[in-house]
């Protein structure tokens, strides 16, 4: 016979099962929460072309004032249909009062972020502070990332980058569907 589970040894904790009420300072990002998935279009002028991927991406948090961000892609071709992995990353916004956001995300490819900026509610808007290599990770000087809630389900993003000797410029956009 199977001994009946321990008790939690935290009782104020929350359990996994259990969604915790936001804090306050997530109010300009409340939108946000959930997991979101579309497609969109990419380029940048040291790739071959233009290209199609999918994305989704998951905002969630345990209370404290943090989202936890994980966002991942996949080149698809023209109907749609995965082909391959394109990119993954995860990290945590840091809110702040007046809706000031401290962003820092990670890329297995070597490439850590730290970015700053805003959110109103609809629109969060973060640009590169700091960005960290791994020796052999590609170089990337700067990034803007815009996320916008054109309406309750929709999701638009967009994602400037400045690597490998280019200036900033256009990189990534998408439109997300809300899943849950």
Not at 129 to 138: F, N, S
Not at 141 to 152: E, I, P
Request: charged share 25%; aromatic share 8%.
């Amino acid at each position: 016979m199977l001994d009946p589970a321990p008790e939690h040894p935290y009782p104020d904790a929350h359990r996994p099962d259990e969604e915790p009420a936001p804090h306050e300072l997530l109010t300009p990002v409340l939108g946000l929460l959930g997991t979101w998935h579309g497609r969109g279009r990419g380029g940048y002028p040291t790739l071959d072309g233009d290209f199609a991927y999918a994305q989704e991406v998951t905002f969630s948090h345990d209370g404290r004032p943090f989202l936890h961000y994980e966002a991942r892609a996949w080149l698809v071709d023209a109907d749609g249909a995965p082909l391959r992995p394109a990119a993954r990353e995860s990290g945590w916004w840091r809110l702040q009062p007046e809706g000031r956001v401290e962003a820092l995300i990670t890329q297995p490819t070597g490439i850590a972020e730290i970015a700053v900026g805003r959110a109103d509610g609809i629109t969060v808007d973060l640009a590169t502070h700091e960005v960290a290599l791994t020796p052999t990770a590609k170089e990337v000087d700067a990034t803007r990332r815009r996320y916008t809630l054109a309406d309750g389900d929709t999701l638009e993003f967009v994602h400037d980058l400045a690597a490998v000797g280019q200036p900033l410029q256009h990189h990534l956009s998408a439109s997300l569907r809300r899943l849950r």
